[in-house]
């Protein structure tokens, strides 16, 4: 198991982590199996998208921020519930098919880490199975 350490710099921010998640799959000599990206935090998440064209993230986290604004009528004392409804609405692991030891991704995918009530010290965890 990989423990990654990275720093966001906004409060909601998606950061490209596929570099070094292929890094951790071609160090591992797993030739065939699964890489499972998984974000330890409860107002954190993980998710595959465009890495070509940036607005996509921008849309992204526009229409993430109007359907869950920040403030509402929430219980939660903590004032970061939005935080939450995201990291449950995005989900915190991914499980990407490693074949000829990379990644199988799609020409426009990456692996973004998305933080949702940053600036923060975040963790993501790399698992790699297979042989
Ligand atoms: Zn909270």
């Known amino acids: ?13 998606m950061i490209d982590i596929t570099g070094s998640v292929r890094e951790i799959v071609k160090k591992s000599g797993v030739k065939s199996g699964f890489c ?3 974000v330890p935090h409860t107002t954190a ?17 526009s229409k993430l921020s109007q359907l869950i604004p920040e403030n509402d009528n929430y219980t939660h004392l903590e004032g970061n519930s939005d935080a939450h409804v995201k ?6 692991n991914v499980v990407i ?5 990379d990644l199988v991704l799609g020409t426009w995918q990456g692996i973004y880490f998305c933080e949702f009530d940053g600036p ?6 790399v698992q790699i199975v297979g042989d």
Do not use: C, W
């Open 120 to 125: 923060r010290t975040r963790k993501f965890v």
């Open 36 to 38: 499972v990206v998984y």
């Open 1 to 13: 198991m990989h423990v990654q350490t990275l720093k966001t710099h906004s409060r909601i921010e």
């Open 97 to 101: 098919p490693v074949d000829s030891g």
């Open 87 to 92: 990291s449950s609405l995005v989900g915190v």
């Open 45 to 61: 998440a993980v998710t595959i998208n465009e890495n070509a064209d940036s607005s996509v993230k921008r849309d992204i986290i």
